[in-house]
């Protein structure tokens, strides 16, 4: 059973950049056929989806959050990230990381709290 | 940009049937998805390509879709049902994905 779990720091200053890895277990995320997403929940409101990697490089994201977001893999560590940049308080929000087709996921870690705040 | 738009909130007795709508002019194209998430929990996918249950997945959940709407039918709504439903869907490229607003679906 596929198993992943978001890491990084929980606090990050206005106009830095979020940082978040997924690592997976119970799978390789080099194996065919997965895209591996991110999506995230502001308190209380409802998810966002952010965008996804697939073949361990191609990406493709929320054209809202397009010019600040990029999400890569890391086949040696079984790890894809997150980089956000420029954040604001708006991007304050639980990040999940997933796993699934190119149209859902089905296996999402638990989910990590970033507040942007100095 | 693309939407699909779902009611805030659904309230129905224990027993009775559940309904949730989904809507967005992509919907004859593309699938709906639907996710239940739990207060504190990740989300869980209940229903894939518009109407398939995924494995664990009681069989009162079932969905549908036609035209430019998709349902999530939940019948014989449980106490333990109750929670946010989200669908999810993409616009006619297949490359902007959306998430509806969610619906809080309260069973008392």
């Known amino acids: 059973q596929v198993q992943l779990q978001e890491s990084g720091p929980g606090l990050v200053k206005p106009s830095e950049t979020l940082s978040l890895s997924c690592t997976v277990s119970?799978?390789?995320?080099?194996?065919?056929?997965?895209?591996w997403s991110w999506i995230r929940q502001h308190p209380g409101k409802g998810l966002e989806w952010i965008g996804y990697?697939?073949?361990?490089?191609?990406?493709y994201y929320n054209p809202s959050l397009k010019s600040r977001v990029t999400i890569s893999a890391d086949t040696s560590k079984n790890q894809f990230s997150l980089k956000l940049s420029s954040v604001t308080a708006a991007d304050t929000a639980v990040y999940y990381c997933?796993?699934?087709?190119?149209?859902?996921?089905?296996?999402w870690g638990q989910g990590t709290l970033v507040t942007v705040s100095s | 940009s693309y939407e699909v738009t779902q009611p805030p909130s659904v309230s129905v007795s224990p027993g009775q049937t559940a309904r949730i709508t989904c809507s967005g002019d992509?919907?004859?194209?593309?699938?709906a998805y639907w996710y239940q998430q739990k207060s504190g929990q990740a989300p869980v996918m209940v229903i894939f390509?518009?109407?398939k249950r995924p494995s664990g997945i009681p069989e009162r959940f079932s969905g549908s879709s036609s035209g430019t709407m998709a349902t999530l039918i939940i019948s014989g709504a449980q106490v333990d049902d109750e929670a946010d439903y989200y669908c999810?869907?993409?616009?006619?490229?297949?490359?902007?994905?959306?998430f509806g607003g969610g619906t809080k679906l309260t069973v008392l």
């Open positions: 990697i697939y073949n361990s490089g191609t990406a």
């Open positions: 999810f869907s993409a616009d006619s490229s297949g490359n902007h994905k959306v």
């Open positions: 992509a919907l004859p194209k593309k699938y």
């Open positions: 119970g799978g390789s995320i080099s194996s065919g056929g997965y895209y």
């Open positions: 390509e518009d109407s």
């Open positions: 997933a796993r699934g087709d190119e149209d859902s996921s089905d296996h």
